[in-house]
């Protein structure tokens, strides 16, 4: 079975405190996905990986940064977090086609 | 611009009856569809998925269909169970971007 973990399933942090969330994959897929979760708002993609030390935009990638040394490891980095990014992240990796995600992290920003 | 779109927000079934979950594209680059299911506080799954050279996927109690020239696709669940109760999310995907595009979710809830 795929398994994508991801470090902390709940965090508190406070504005302007930079924000670490990290994924790990074990399937050796060349794609990881960040997206985060927002009522009535749906699934909505931060930033993709499609390699290591590959990065792209993706539809609001304002405020965030990623980061990919390892094949099976990409994080989130949120220079100076905002109440705005209270938010689920979700972590995905995919081969091609189907994304397997993470369980989520609901991060709370005060 | 929404290219993926689940217009109905939530669904309420009586459980051994069908539910039907919408959705609609406007890209018709899109070639491929999935629809996920995330209940509270997980990560979505997968749940079945279809290319656009069929216009029809089943699996179990799952059924996808594809109308290429609607650019609609719908999820028929039979029987509904309490534990479908769930969001489904529709994906699309095109040519060979393997980016997905996610619909806005629909709250299914299968009462007993």
């Known amino acids: 079975d795929v398994k994508v973990t991801q470090s902390s399933r709940y965090l508190v942090k406070r504005t302007g405190e930079k924000v670490f969330l990290e994924c790990v994959q074990d399937?050796?897929?060349?794609?990881m996905f960040w997206y985060r979760q927002d009522p009535g708002l749906g699934l909505r993609l931060i930033y993709f990986?499609?390699?290591?030390?590959?990065?792209e935009k993706g539809d609001i990638p304002e405020g965030y940064s990623v980061s990919r040394e390892k094949k099976e490891r990409f994080s989130l980095i949120l220079e100076s977090a905002s109440t705005n990014q209270t938010s689920m992240y979700l972590c995905?990796?995919?081969?091609?086609?189907?994304?397997?995600f993470g369980p989520g992290t609901r991060l709370t920003v005060l | 611009d929404q290219q993926v779109k689940q217009n109905s927000p939530s669904l309420s079934v009586q459980e051994g009856r069908i539910s039907i979950l919408n959705c609609d594209y406007t890209?018709?680059?899109?070639?491929?569809f999935l629809w996920y299911k995330k209940y509270p506080a997980e990560g979505p799954t997968f749940l079945i998925s279809?290319?656009?050279?069929?216009d029809k996927n089943e699996d179990g109690r799952f059924t996808v269909f594809l109308n290429k020239s609607a650019k609609h696709l719908s999820l028929h669940i039979v029987p509904s169970q309490p534990g479908d109760s769930a969001v489904y999310f529709c994906?699309?995907?095109?040519?060979?971007?393997?980016?997905?595009?996610f619909g806005k979710g629909t709250l299914l809830t299968v009462n007993p």
């Open positions: 995905a990796s995919s081969p091609l086609g189907e994304q397997f």
């Open positions: 399937m050796d897929h060349e794609n």
């Open positions: 990986s499609y390699d290591v030390k590959m990065k």
């Open positions: 890209n018709s680059m899109f070639d491929y």
């Open positions: 279809i290319s656009s050279i069929k």
């Open positions: 994906a699309a995907s095109g040519g060979s971007n393997y980016k997905l595009t």
